[in-house]
T-cell receptor
Framework: KNQVEQSPQSLIILEGKNCTLQ??????????LRWYKQDTGRGPVSLTI?????NTKSNGRYTATLDADTKQSSLHITASQLSDSASYIC?????????????FGQGTRLTINP | DVKVTQSSRYLVKRTGEKVFLECVQD?????MFWYRQDPGLGLRLIYFSYDVKMKEKGDIPEGYSVSREKKERFSLILESASTNQTSMYLCASSLTSASGSSYNEQFFGPGTRLTVL
């Protein structure tokens, strides 16, 4: 079954601390993987995209890694800020039953406390 | 900047009412999508469209229909709203790449939170 599993479901950390969010997927064949940030009451916004050949990609304080062999990705947030409080969604694009499809993870709800 | 707008942020309707959710994008994108988002379930694709007057069923099309009469506008229709359609509805749009893939970055609207009483 083509799935995207994210962990943890929720996470609370103090402002200034680092954190890592995990995404495991079984989608195969794989095209690309995106991390989206969704603020409360807003639509998701893309943070990074990674293709099969990329191991790491950064966007400011956000760094995504990809291990296509183990089908795992992580999103590392450095020196967290209050504005990082949001849901983070992992989305994998692949060919499922002959058609290109997106498979969404359930998201990790991150709360940054002052 | 791509802008995807949705007609309402919050909507309250009664069971059996016909509901229209409108979505407009201003970047001449070919592809448009309607999702619903429920706690613990993530985003689920209802319908998508890759061209004017074209539509394709997503994973959960039952109880919904769509209309795309103009390239920039994609409407989601609930013919007879039911309480189990209470949800957050997200519209998205994307370009079609030179390779023909429709799965470039999707740009999302702010969402419509629909409550059906």
């Amino acid at each position: 079954k083509n799935q995207v599993e994210q962990s943890p479901q929720s996470l609370i950390i103090l402002e200034g601390k680092n954190c890592t969010l995990q995404c495991n997927y079984t989608v195969s064949p794989f095209s690309n993987l995106r991390w989206y940030k969704q603020d409360t009451g807003r639509g998701p916004v893309s943070l990074t995209i990674m293709t099969f050949s990329e191991n790491t990609k950064s966007n400011g304080r956000y760094t995504a890694t990809l291990d296509a062999d183990t089908k795992q990705s992580s999103l590392h947030i450095t020196a967290s800020q209050l504005s990082d409080s949001a849901s983070y969604i992992c989305v994998v694009s692949g060919v499922i039953q002959g058609a290109q499809k997106l498979v969404f993870g359930q998201g990790t709800r991150l709360t940054i406390n002052p | 900047d791509v802008k995807v707008t949705q007609s309402s942020r919050y909507l309250v309707k009664r069971t059996g009412e016909k509901v229209f959710l409108e979505c407009v994008q201003d970047m001449d994108h070919e592809n448009m999508f309607w999702y619903r988002q429920d706690p613990g379930l993530g985003l689920r694709l209802i319908y998508f469209s890759y061209d004017v007057k074209m539509k394709e069923k997503g994973d959960i099309p039952e109880g919904y229909s769509v209309s795309r009469e103009k390239k920039e506008r994609f409407s989601l229709i609930l013919e007879s709203a039911s309480t189990n359609q209470t949800s957050m509805y997200l519209c998205a749009s994307s370009l079609t790449s030179a390779s023909g893939s429709s799965y470039n970055e999707q740009f999302f609207g702010p969402g419509t939170r629909l409550t059906v009483l």
